[in-house]
């Protein structure tokens, strides 16, 4: 009997494959063609790269009918943000400065995944070098909330939510500088991890914030996650990164573990900080209750520096991305301005036109908060206040084992509701201080918030380099959201894309 892919799990898929079941190309071409069926509506790609997914399915067959072992992943579909090279695909970060660059290298954390038997399917959109929220900032096309195409998907990886939440791919690969993993999956109602810092390398990820970015894995169950961390931490340090730690673990090993007995942190400000609205609230809330329910003990703490959480971040962040992007320059690659009679004016005009306003507005608050003058007044003063936030989390993790927060004040906004940058940054209140102290966060779909009907989520984060632990209590908390007659998550694909194209056999 027929039956749509998108109803299939990583995990199942894999399972599949290795068993005969289903091809590797019979995956493959069914992931191509819900998006061929659903792209026009959800626009979550800057590219489809059929020819290569098709001939890495094709080595997968060959493998297993050649008697071979299969890697853990082999023949899943897989997203990948347009920040990450992939020799074969191009590389553009939703930017017109890289609108034709092609990728000469594949980044650590790709070759990873394909290694452990991913296709990788295409490219997904983004906000424009990752600088947003919402993923309206992308250069070439903002993308769609499968749960509500009228509304934006977050960001900056909004096209690798809204890939997973349309059941367009199983997996994607997004990055997290101050919320882009956690924000988008809880608005697209899918599981969005950001490992800790130094877990999983940046070798080929295009650099916003070099001291926070982290590349994390979408999925649509907790047990997915755990499998592309497998893939992405499996071979241990990466020697082409220097932040790169060695923290091999089995992310799998201890996932379906009790939770009785152990600690959850709540903070109870954050339940009523300014902004967070009641449905999110509640589901927080019941969140907290399905969580003591498992035999979890709720214990306040305290972060009495998390005020400065914002203000830090945009002065570290745009800081780093001044440094990194004076590489686009439209000289030695990227958009070149023609016809200018000298570098000084085809660098100057390439960069006016090669970037769009996020970017720009960015770029120019780093330079100038790095001028002489005003570097010791705000970068200096937000690096001392980064290392009080992070000996904040280091005090409560002291009393708890992991903590328990909103992952977005709210549900998703209809695109063009929020014009003003300034509250677009507010929306990663409950994301940002995870990456400036550089622990792991996972944001985990509840349901249907009562009012509006759309996705809300829990975030649980943890501390350095215990994100299975952080996993094993995404995994309760989905457990106790699941439906009670089936197992299956809270939410799955979303009504209006399931089954639409990709029929599997």
């Known amino acids: 009997m027929a039956a749509n892919f998108d109803t299939l799990t990583a995990a199942q898929i894999a399972a599949g494959v290795a068993a005969g079941d289903f091809t590797a190309r019979e995956v493959t071409q069914a992931s191509l063609d819900a998006i061929a069926a659903r792209e026009d509506a959800v626009q979550a790609f800057l590219q489809v790269s059929p020819e290569l997914a098709l001939a890495t399915a094709d080595r997968i067959d060959a493998d297993r009918a050649a008697g071979k072992p299969l890697p853990p992943l082999a ?29 000469v290298y594949t980044a650590t954390c790709v070759q990873r995944m394909l290694d452990a038997g991913c296709v990788p399917v295409g490219k997904a959109n983004m906000d424009e070098f990752a600088f947003g929220s919402s993923t309206e900032s992308s250069a070439f096309h903002p993308t769609n909330n499968p749960w509500d195409t009228d509304r934006i998907p977050g960001g900056s990886s909004g096209g690798s939510a809204a890939a997973v939440a349309a059941g367009e791919v ?28 130094g877990a999983v390398s940046r070798y080929g990820v295009v650099a916003f914030g070099s001291s926070l970015d982290q590349v994390g894995p979408f999925g ?21 990164d220097g932040t790169s730690q060695d923290c091999a ?27 967070l609205t009641p449905e999110v609230r509640a589901a927080v809330e019941g969140a907290a209750k399905q969580l003591e329910v498992q035999g979890a003990q709720l214990v306040e703490v305290d972060l009495p520096h998390l005020d400065a959480a914002i203000a830090a971040y945009y ?24 016809d200018c009679p000298n570098l000084d004016t085809q660098s100057s005009l390439s960069r006016a036109h090669g970037f769009g306003a996020e970017a720009k507005r960015r770029q120019l608050l780093g330079a100038y908060l790095l001028s002489s003058g005003v570097y010791d007044k705000y970068y200096y003063a937000a690096q001392k206040a ?27 906004w209809k695109h063009g509701e929020i014009s003003d940058p300034t509250q677009m940054y507010l929306s990663d209140l409950y994301t940002i201080s995870i990456n400036i102290a550089g622990n792991g966060g996972v944001s985990v779909p509840l349901g249907l918030g009562a009012e509006s009907h759309l996705p809300v989520a829990a975030q649980l984060v943890g501390p350095a380099f215990k994100d299975r632990t952080l996993l094993m209590f995404a995994r309760a908390l989905e457990r106790g959201f699941a439906d009670a007659a089936t197992g299956a998550p809270a939410l799955t694909v979303a009504p209006d894309f399931a089954g639409k194209g990709g029929e599997l056999a």
């Open 386 to 412: 980064r290392t009080l936030i992070t000996a904040d989390y280091a005090a409560a993790y002291e009393k708890c084992d992991v903590i328990l927060m909103p992952s977005s004040p709210r549900t998703a």
């Open 315 to 338: 002065v570290i962040g745009p800081a780093e991305a001044f440094s990194n992007l004076a590489r686009f320059d439209g000289i030695r690659y990227g958009y070149q301005e023609p």
């Open 75 to 103: 023949g899943v579909p897989l997203a990948i943000k347009d920040n990450m090279n992939l020799v074969g695909t191009r590389t553009t970060c939703a930017s017109r400065m890289l609108g034709n660059y092609e990728s």
């Open 220 to 240: 649509r169950t907790v047990e997915d996650v755990a499998l592309a961390m497998n893939a992405l931490v499996g071979a241990g340090r990466d020697p082409y």
């Open 170 to 197: 199983p997996l994607a690969l997004g990055s997290d500088t101050g919320g882009s993993i956690r924000q988008p999956a809880a608005l697209c109602g899918v599981v969005g991890l950001k490992p800790t810092y």
């Open 249 to 275: 673990v089995d992310f799998c090993e201890h996932l379906n573990d009790s939770i009785e007995g152990r600690r959850v942190g709540i903070i109870p400000a954050f339940m009523e900080a300014e902004g």
